[in-house]
């Protein structure tokens, strides 16, 4: 659940990503549902050409949103405001559930129903409500299922996908009382919308996330599969979308070929079940629909990376999921291994700037930099430069930091060893001898080299290099 | 990246002499592989210069977050081509390096990088070069074989080179190149990955092993030695394990690979 996560990053993070490597039962749910969602997503998009134009055309959309964001995010509040929809804004996660709190005080709200949102478990929205006495339940299954088991999400679009049918099956006949056990995959999705649907009638607040935000006309688009996110945002009498700030998009036109990247990338769909567009509260005579809709527009470090020219690209993201299910490390440990709301690829890339390079950085090197995230990604994020970078950051020294937290993952053993590195590859002198020697003690080479050696054999020198074969062949 | 990164790009006709920058891990690891790279060029007509002066491409500490380490190293290597022929690297990682990432690295400093963009244009990886610069075509002297490819990911996602890879192996006749599970994804090596984080590295490269020995290959191919290194040395520490006398994967880089079978001497 919620909690307070005190990092010694490097440490923790190798003994969380050492636990799920050893666990083979879950390894095989990993490597089984990434199968499936590359499969899907590669259906979706059969040629190569029309994907290509597509991610051109994603990428350009976001990267000139992120150009202009200022005077979007003025223009947004303005046509906001006039539709009646009340825009809040908070720099911290701290403020983000402060003016959430001030508005169910005011509304005298008990409970408040959750529509999937990242950004609230970024913020740790259910946390903070409940530190404030207001019960916030979640209402999507995925999002439900890992509430219930007392777990965080492990991926950004399927909270879930960690768990087993038989786990989930064996969650609900503990949890949810009356329900028996049935490993019935139909059956179990029935039982939980019978224990999640009972709730929306009494929810006095319903909070949902935002995928887009439509500067031109004041909209909030929901992109979503279960209607759980249209009955959040119509059937309570408040609704409150909390959301990044980067999330703005100049015209609505802009909107359809995201969306359209976004289901076929995320999860392999040609468009989701439900699509909402939310420009304004109910309105005289209208039947449903809350009488007060509040946007908050969260940056908790986001400003960070806008004003960094590399860094800035890490905003385009739109969550979609498929740097993780397409990158060979996070098929191995999972997203609980990361430690951050945002796993995987993005994640690396994204958590520095909301929890400090310091706490984090190890993810950056969590890395193989094969590139597989950089050819799936919708918006063209290139995901190993920025990872590169944030090596370079969380290496820097203090006079050329530029992030929070730059520097932490400095080691002077490092150092040392990069130093010596340095010398051998560019003192031609120096490598002529040192490679000389090793070859000519290739039959002394140690059998145990550290790290290389933990799962391969050892590397052994040729007795002659390249260039000794050459000077052999000259006459 | 996601389309052939070789597409649109303008090949020389055939040059009369080229460089070879056989990478560190060749000179010291695999010279073989170098040797047979010269001896595959040499047996095309093109006189093959190796520069004593190189050493590394600077790609260990660039991709470990020392970006000043890498320059010192890689602007030494920026100076030992002074004659206007194409370089040949037979590694897709290090060729990625020098054609796509000096630009970045000396992207602050404008002599440099207009060195790099320069040295840039003439690099070409070792397949790459025999597929649109050499038109490589040589008869297959060996009986019928199965190999497994494995494409680096710098190679396959920067430099286009899977396919070059496969255009040159489908030219043998005798060799049929099996189609291992999950073969476009990473083998866990990643330079400084697998020594910062040897168990995910070593979950990853298993996988590889197992996918590529599910298959009826009798070896490895590919063109770039870190890789191999990694995953032949898995598979030989498997042996090990399970107390087996004779190798079980074998790996071959694609240049020694394509020497033996064209040659009828060393058949």
Known sequence: MSQVIHFHPDADFKARSLAAVQDPGQR????GAMDFLQDKRRVQFPDQLELEGLRDIGSAIRRNSLARLPELLVQLETRMTANGIQVHWAATADEANAIAIEIARRVNARTIAKGKSMVSEEIEFNHAMKAAGIEAFETDMGEYIVELAGEKPSHIIMPAIHKT?????????????????TEDVDELIKIGRQALRRKFADADIGLSGANFLVAETGTICLVENEGNGRLCTTVPRVHIAVTGIEK?????????????????????????????LISRPRQPGEKDGPEEVHLILLDNGRSQAYADE??????QCIRCGACMNHCPVYARIGGHAYGTTYPGPIGAIVSPHMMGLDATYPLAFASTLCGACVEVCPVKIPITDILVRLRNEAQARPETASLRGSGAGRSKLASAFWAGWTLVYSRLKVYRLTSWLLSRGHAL?????????YSRTALKPAPKRLRDLLKDRKP | MGLDKTQGRVYPPKPRDVYLYATCLVDQFAPEAGMDTILLLEREGIRVHYPESQTCCGQPAYSSGYPDEARAVASRQLTIFPEPWPVVVPSGSCAAMMRHHYPQLFAADPLLLARSQALAERIFELTEFLVHVVNFKQPDYGSDCTIALHTSCHARREMGSHETSVALLDSLAQVTVVQQARIEECCGFGGTFAMRYPEISEAIVSDKVAAIQATSAERVVSADCGCLFNITGRAARLDEIAQLDTPSLAGEHIASFLLRRTSKATL
């Open chain 1, 445 to 453: 080479s140690p059998i145990e080299q550290g790290a290389w050696t």
């Open chain 1, 248 to 276: 703005v998009l100049e015209k609505l036109e802009h909107v359809l070929p995201l969306y359209s990247l976004l289901t076929r990338s995320a999860t392999g769909q040609s468009i989701t079940t439900y699509f909402n």
């Open chain 1, 165 to 181: 049918k038989q786990a989930i099956a064996a969650l609900f006949a503990e949890k949810i009382p009356g329900v028996a056990y």
């Open chain 1, 28 to 31: 095989k749910n990993f490597r």
């Open chain 1, 310 to 315: 590399q860094l800035r690209a890490t905003l």
